[in-house]
């Protein structure tokens, strides 16, 4: 089992800047492949970047990165816009092979969400 739990979150304004943490108990983050989804009201959760076992994926504005020692993956977000407003959760999937994981339904583990609004 291994429990995540997202905070960092909150209200920003559009160009700034934010890191979310995703702390993760029960098991070492190293054995997984974590991502990082968002969801904003009355649409689907999707996959934003994800991280396997050497190699990290980077959609524009948005950066993951994991501290193992810390047992935290991070998400980076910078220039942010108000579309950019939803729920952010991580995930831990099962690493399966060199790739990254971007089915949400593979993934295992999931953290309760964090808020971050993006005013204009």
């Known amino acids: 089992q291994v429990q995540l739990v997202e905070s960092g979150g909150g209200l920003v304004q559009a160009g700034g800047s934010l890191r979310l943490s995703c702390a993760a108990s029960g098991r070492a983050i190293s054995s997984y492949g974590m991502g990082w989804f968002r969801q904003a009201p009355g649409k689907e959760r999707d996959f934003l970047v994800g991280i396997g076992r050497s190699t990290a994926s980077v959609k524009g504005r948005f950066m993951i990165s994991r501290d193992n020692a810390k047992n935290t993956v991070y998400l980076q977000m910078n220039s942010l816009k108000p579309e950019d407003t939803a729920v952010y959760y991580c995930?831990?999937?099962?690493?399966?092979?060199?790739?990254?994981?971007?089915?949400?339904?593979?993934?295992?583990?999931w953290g309760q969400g964090t808020q971050v609004t993006v005013s204009s």
């Open positions: 995930a831990a999937a099962p690493l399966r092979g060199l790739g990254i994981t971007v089915d949400p339904n593979e993934y295992e583990y």
